[in-house]
């Protein structure tokens, strides 16, 4: 009995020991967890808020609103602000009110399916929410004559589909902009800057013409995801193949061929 009661004392005492460290430790840790969620909830609350535009175009899908109410934007316009104008939804509020139903122009509902189910599943976002990245990417890929897939794989590999993610160099967002540098391409969204950095919808559109326009410069996919990255020598340190690897994931588990 003498040596139970001893070793029930040992046992006391170490669990003591641990909630005290515990204790210590959250009285560290808390404070920055309390930040870090207060962050995050002003970021949601600029993507989720309302946005300026009014009802414009409202009967239309998502994926003709995100276009501009037509399959294509015609050329000689600026394609955020023709967008814009014909009722394009700028926040993810809007964006899902419109997801009545999913499907992409041109693209079998089967192999629609198929994509979304293949990035909610792996990067554990909901279904609606894939949705609209999806409308979002397919618009903004036939505006700039880019593959969808190799957006929707550049977000993959920058973020992993987290619109909050932030690097320790300032690149924000789902597709990494540096918003510092870019801020007057974000201007045309509502809150501009690092705000609108934060809207999903906003930072594919301006991450989308920073890919289009590095792609243009360089003279190809490998060379134009290595101007994105931000690699200025021969070597990209591998980003580009990451970057092809899951376009070649996302088309296999869709039966969506690459369109370049």
Same mark, same amino acid.
């Given at each position: 009995?003498?040596?139970?009661?001893?070793?029930?004392?040992?046992?006391?005492?170490?669990?003591?020991?641990?909630?005290?460290?515990?204790?210590?430790?959250?009285?560290?840790?808390?404070?920055?967890?309390?930040?870090?969620? $207060?962050?995050?909830?002003?970021?949601?609350?600029?993507?989720?808020?309302?946005?300026?535009?009014?009802?414009?175009?409202?009967?239309?899908?998502?994926?003709?609103?995100?276009?501009?109410?037509?399959? %294509?934007?015609?050329?000689?316009r600026g394609d955020a602000d023709a967008a814009h104008e014909d009722? %394009?939804?700028?926040?993810?509020?809007?964006? #899902?009110?419109?997801?009545?139903?999913?499907?992409?122009?041109?693209?079998?509902?089967?192999?629609?399916?198929?994509?979304?189910?293949?990035?909610?599943?792996?990067?554990?976002?909901?279904?609606?929410?894939?949705?609209?990245?999806?409308?979002?990417?397919?618009?903004?890929?036939?505006?700039?004559? #880019? @593959?969808?897939?190799?957006?929707?794989?550049?977000?993959?590999? %920058?973020?992993?589909?987290?619109?909050?993610? %932030?690097?320790?160099?300032?690149? $924000?967002?789902?597709? $990494?902009?540096?918003?510092?540098?870019?801020? @007057?391409?974000?201007?045309?969204?509502?809150?501009?800057?690092?705000?609108?950095?934060l809207n999903p919808i906003a930072n594919i559109r301006v991450g989308? $013409?920073?890919?289009? @326009?590095?792609?243009?410069?360089?003279?190809?996919?490998?060379?134009?995801?290595?101007?994105?990255?931000?690699?200025?020598?021969?070597?990209?340190?591998?980003?580009?193949?990451?970057?092809?690897?899951?376009?070649?994931?996302?088309?296999?588990?869709?039966?969506?061929?690459?369109?370049?």
């Amino acid at each position: 009995m003498g040596r139970r009661a001893a070793e029930l004392t040992h046992a006391t005492a170490v669990y003591l020991g641990i909630a005290v460290l515990v204790t210590v430790s959250l009285s560290f840790v808390v404070p920055s967890l309390r930040d870090q969620s $207060q962050q995050i909830h002003a970021a949601l609350l600029v993507s989720l808020k309302p946005g300026t535009v009014g009802d414009e175009g409202s009967g239309l899908s998502l994926a003709e609103r995100l276009s501009g109410g037509r399959v %294509e934007l015609p050329t000689g316009r600026g394609d955020a602000d023709a967008a814009h104008e014909d009722g %394009e939804p700028q926040t993810f509020a809007e964006a #899902l009110n419109a997801l009545d139903s999913f499907s992409i122009p041109g693209v079998t509902k089967v192999q629609s399916q198929a994509l979304r189910s293949y990035i909610a599943r792996k990067y554990r976002i909901a279904h609606d929410v894939a949705g609209v990245l999806i409308h979002t990417v397919y618009a903004v890929g036939r505006e700039k004559k #880019l @593959d969808p897939l190799l957006i929707l794989a550049v977000i993959a590999i %920058e973020s992993r589909y987290n619109p909050f993610a %932030e690097s320790h160099v300032g690149a $924000q967002g789902l597709m $990494q902009v540096m918003t510092k540098v870019h801020q @007057d391409k974000f201007e045309r969204f509502e809150g501009g800057g690092a705000e609108a950095a934060l809207n999903p919808i906003a930072n594919i559109r301006v991450g989308s $013409q920073i890919l289009h @326009d590095c792609i243009q410069r360089r003279g190809s996919v490998t060379g134009g995801l290595a101007c994105y990255v931000g690699a200025t020598g021969p070597s990209d340190g591998g980003y580009g193949a990451k970057v092809l690897a899951e376009r070649r994931r996302l088309s296999l588990a869709s039966g969506i061929p690459p369109s370049q």
